[in-house]
């Protein structure tokens, strides 16, 4: 069963998002900016994904 549309554009955001981070945390990784780095990490898993999860989540409840 393919997945809601929803969901599909919360992947898609949530991917090109990642990439962002890799190349971010790589780069303040190898300038040895580790504060960076966990700030960066925290920010992405706590106000993009988790947040982003919630609302999707919220969305496909409502949907059953």
Known sequence: ???????????????????ILIDTVTSSYDKYF?????????DFFWADFADWYVYVF?????NL
């Open 1 to 19: 069963k393919p997945l809601p549309q929803c969901l599909s554009d919360f992947f898609n955001i949530q991917v090109s998002k990642l990439h």
């Open 34 to 42: 580790f504060g960076d780095v966990g700030r960066e990490l925290y």
């Open 58 to 62: 919220s969305i496909s409840i409502h």
